[in-house]
């Protein structure tokens, strides 16, 4: 008789192993910090009310290292922290108007792009660098197309890609690139380190 298999482990599964109740909330805590962290790093643009930030960035490394559930968990805890007025938005803004602004879609679609991230991530994508990218370029294209449909409500259809997409996509390129290399020499990382722990 055969059985399915096993979900391959996240990579935070991998290196830390406390009760289940503890690293679920410490570690949907500490997604939602990476993710207030990354948007302080924020280049607004004169002909865009969406500015860069290394939002994206900052999701699709913890939906691939927390899995799909504690990636999203995150998500929806950055987004509480800040519609409660904590500065964790882009460049330091906070409050439930930046949710019901221009900006609003992608920040409703970093949930959606960590989990569908997380998913693949507990499948193996995470582990090589092409199925990581490609799991990571899916990641923004949710994002992107959340927030481009969302921003089309505020400067019209026909600009929302000229505003909120054609000008962030190289940039995107890079990030799940660079999300795509660092993933897999992570797992390289931790798995040298068992190797050598157990050999000790």
């Known amino acids: 008789m055969t059985t399915a298999p096993t979900l391959a482990l996240t990579l935070s599964e991998r290196v830390w192993k406390p009760s289940a109740a503890v690293a679920d909330t410490t570690l949907v805590v500490l997604g939602s910090l990476v993710m207030a962290g990354l948007a302080q790093l924020a280049i607004p643009l004169p002909f865009t009310p969406v500015p860069i ?10 939906g691939a ?12 805890l950055y987004l509480v922290e800040g519609a409660a007025g904590l500065p964790f938005f882009a460049g330091g803004a906070g409050g439930p108007q930046v949710l019901l602004g ?10 959606l ?16 660098f092409v199925p990581a990218a490609l ?7 949710i994002v992107y197309l959340h927030g481009v449909t969302w921003l089309a409500f505020f400067v019209g259809a026909n600009r929302a890609l000229a505003a909120g997409f054609w000008p962030f996509l190289p940039g995107a390129v890079v990030k799940a690139a660079a999300a795509g290399a660092l993933l897999p020499v992570a797992w390289a990382a931790v798995r040298a380190w068992d190797k050598s722990d157990r050999e000790r």
């Open 65 to 76: 290292s927390l899995g799909s559930k504690r990636g999203a968990a995150s998500m929806v």
């Open 102 to 111: 221009p900006r609003g879609g992608y920040l409703i679609g970093f949930v």
């Open 113 to 128: 792009a960590a989990f569908a991230v997380g998913l693949l991530a507990e499948r193996g994508f995470d582990r090589r």
């Open 53 to 62: 930030t290394g939002q994206t960035l900052g999701l699709l490394l913890v």
């Open 135 to 141: 799991a990571f370029c899916l990641g923004e294209l």
